[in-house]
């Protein structure tokens, strides 16, 4: 792998599949895997839990301070979570090192990933406090620009996890996008 790919992270809302085509991605290519989410998740307790006692300001600062840890990590694939894309001062260091893919979905399968995942409680507390389809198309459409700023390639996720990773393998083996 080229500089660009010794380190790929993964962008795009909540439940468009940053997680597992990160999982499968990092497995194909023989590298570790992170998700963000998770490793919070370690450090501080359920999501949810950390953003009822602190609020989601503190939850943002936890965020970013992991972000600024993995812009030195040499290689790997990084799930972050769907809001990672906020912290804008960060982005053009991970840049410099990283491919980065937005991982984009319609709204609809967003909504019935929500809806489904058993993880949405714990993991993926309210960012508005509106219904699930009004917050995420209102949180969707605010994110988007920020997405495709930070972004190398796009690629859309309303797939089978697999045919998402052969996509990113196959843009991946004809070299990165400049």
Same mark, same amino acid.
């Given at each position: 792998?080229? $500089?660009?790919?010794?380190?790929? @992270? &993964? ?6 599949? $940053?997680? !597992?085509?990160?999982? &499968? ?8 895997? @992170? ?28 965020? $970013?301070? &992991? ?8 290689? %790997?694939? @990084?799930?972050?979570?769907? %809001? ?13 090192? !990283? ?5 984009? !979905?319609?709204?609809? &399968? ?11 409680? %714990? ?23 920020l997405y495709r700023e930070v972004a190398d390639l796009a690629v859309d996720s309303n797939r089978p996890v697999a045919e998402v990773v052969s996509e990113i393998e196959?843009?991946?083996?004809? %070299?990165?996008?400049a």
């Open positions: 792998m080229n $500089k660009a790919t010794h380190k790929i @992270i &993964l962008v795009g809302f909540r439940a468009t599949g $940053k997680s !597992s085509v990160g999982r &499968l991605l990092a497995d194909h290519l023989g590298v570790q895997f @992170i998700d963000m989410d998770q490793v919070l998740t370690e450090r501080h307790g359920a999501i949810s839990d950390q953003v009822s006692t602190h609020g989601w300001d503190w939850f943002r600062a936890r965020e $970013k301070e &992991l972000l600024a840890e993995l812009v030195g990590l040499e290689e %790997g694939v @990084i799930a972050t979570g769907g %809001g990672a894309v906020l912290h804008r001062d960060i982005w053009p260091a991970i840049r410099k090192t !990283s491919l980065v893919v937005w991982l984009t !979905s319609t709204l609809e &399968l967003i909504c019935r990933r929500l809806a489904v995942d058993p993880a949405t409680g %714990g993991q993926r507390p309210s960012l508005t406090g509106r219904d699930i389809r009004e917050e995420t198309a209102t949180v969707l459409a605010e994110r988007e620009p196959a843009i991946l083996a004809a %070299g990165p996008p």
